[in-house]
């Protein structure tokens, strides 16, 4: 059983940062395609940014390419997302996908709320 928890979320001015973390057990990161996805209130669940599953190939969101960058870390078997120059419409429940290589299941994490004021 593949579980994903989120952590690092929390509320923080219009310019700040913050880190969230996204810890894989039941499998590892290598064997997965990791994936950020963000969901404000009364809106759709988005995608904000994805890694491979050798790191080594990293998309994002139009909305948020150059401020924020996913990384993974095989030996901590976490994926996180570095959170720069927030804005206002940043805030939102932010959850961590799985998509393990060849398959087409998923596995989300059970999200972490991160506010930022103005």
């Known amino acids: 059983q593949v579980q994903l928890v989120e952590s690092g979320g929390g509320l923080v001015q219009a310019g700040g940062s913050l880190r969230l973390s996204c810890v894989v057990s039941?499998?590892?990161?290598?064997?997965?395609?990791m994936g950020w996805y963000r969901q404000a209130p009364g809106k759709r669940r988005e995608w904000v940014s994805s890694?491979?599953?050798?790191?080594?190939?990293?998309n994002y969101a139009d909305s948020v390419k150059g401020r924020f960058t996913i990384s993974s870390d095989n030996a901590k078997n976490t994926v996180s997302l570095q959170m720069n120059s927030l804005k206002p419409e940043d805030t939102a429940v932010y959850y961590c996908?799985?998509?393990?290589?060849?398959?087409?299941?998923?596995?989300w994490g059970q999200g972490t709320q991160v506010t930022v004021s103005s």
């Open positions: 996908k799985a998509t393990p290589v060849g398959s087409n299941q998923e596995y």
């Open positions: 890694i491979n599953s050798s790191g080594d190939f990293t």
């Open positions: 039941g499998s590892t990161v290598s064997n997965n395609i």
